[in-house]
Structures are given as C-alpha cells and as structure tokens.
C-alpha cells in the first residue's frame, strides 16, 4: 500500500519537541486544507529509554486521528504496530535488517544518487533527501543545498518515487526550494511545528 499524498510530516524528538500532539496540530496548520489527509508523525528517537511504550502511544493517536504513521530504524517495532518503516540510509544495504523487501509506503533516508538508486531497488515509495539545509539533527553535515537537492528529487521522481525534503526546512525554506519547481511532494521537520520549545 502506499502510502497517502503527505506535505508535512513531524520528525520526534523528544529533547526538542517533547509536546508532539501540539507539534502536529502545528504541522496541521502548516499544511493548511486537507490537512488531516497530509500530515504524518515519524517516530525517530532512536536513543528513548522508553522507546517501545512511546511507540505504543504514538501508534494508538495515529490510528484514532487517521494520520500516516512510520517508525525509524527498527522494522520489527513498526510491523508489531502496523505502522510504516523509515529507514535510515545505513540500513539501506541490509535487507536482514529491513526485513526484506520495503513497502510502497516506506520512507528511506537519502544522502545522493547511489542511496536513491538503493532506495528504488529496494522497493521504497517514499525518500527523505537530507540534509537540504543546515540541521541540528546533524551538525556538520554538509547539506545538499536547493540545486542538487531539486536534481536528486527529479531523480527520484524518475524512479517512481515521491522526494521529501528533510533537514533545516520550514515554511520559508520550503518556499526556497520548491516555489517553482514543485520537485518535492512535502518535507519533514522537528523545530518547524515546535511550538513550546523546552528551556535551555
């Protein structure tokens, strides 16, 4: 199954984004009409101690709120929920770990055209190309910037996948990078729907 035609989805964690119900009804609003249908929710958190039972609680609102739900890097957790696999782009190269085959409505992370080229063979719907602009989720990291970002997507569309933009993006950003070439389906985020950030 694919997944939903999405054009926000809240990336979690839990040190910047502790409040997630709000961060959603923020990506919501971003979002705009059919906001309901658009919107999704990635648990990533990967260091959480409580991992599993925050994957139970967002599992259970997804479902009663009907939003598109994935689970990062641990394929077992999201079949055990009926949720989504994100992949990061490591596991890529390890089908054991992926459990096989993807689905139509996973999301892989993707860094450039050999990953993409993975990701579509793999049998990914859906790809995060990273970083697009400077992130705290990865300091350092070079980012692909609006050029090469926008030719990976069209590169992916070529494949058959929908291209998601991930790291530093928000409302304007995403203005900057798909205002006229309309390349990417939506984009992910975790300070762009924070709403209460936690004190310093």
């Not at 739900?69 to 989504?84: C, E, Q, S, T, W």
């Not at 990953?115 to 697009?132: C, H, M, T």
């Not at 929908?162 to 304007?172: I, K, S, T």
């Amino acid at each position: 199954m694919r997944a939903p035609p999405l054009s926000r989805l809240l990336i979690s964690d839990q040190s910047r984004c502790p409040d997630w119900r709000a961060a959603l009804a923020a990506a919501k609003h971003s979002a705009g009409s059919r906001a309901r249908q658009s919107v999704g929710l990635i648990l990533r958190d990967y260091d959480f101690p409580a991992r599993a039972e925050l994957a139970q609680d967002m599992a259970t609102y997804c479902a009663r709120e009907k939003l598109y739900f994935a689970i990062a890097g641990d394929a077992r957790l999201a079949a055990k929920h009926g949720a989504a696999f994100h992949c990061p782009s490591y596991l890529l190269a390890r089908p054991v770990a992926r459990l096989g085959r993807a689905l139509a409505c996973d999301f892989a992370a993707v860094h450039n055209r050999a990953q993409l080229r993975q990701a579509a063979k793999a049998g990914f719907g859906n790809v995060f190309l990273s970083p697009v602009f400077a992130t705290q989720s990865h300091i350092g990291a070079p980012p692909l910037g609006v050029i090469r970002a926008r030719a990976l997507a069209k590169l992916a569309s070529h494949y058959g996948l929908r291209a998601y933009a991930l790291g530093g993006m928000n409302e304007a950003t995403w203005e900057r990078l798909n205002g006229q070439s309309q390349a990417f389906h939506g984009f992910g985020a975790i300070d762009a729907f924070v709403t209460n950030p936690p004190a310093p």
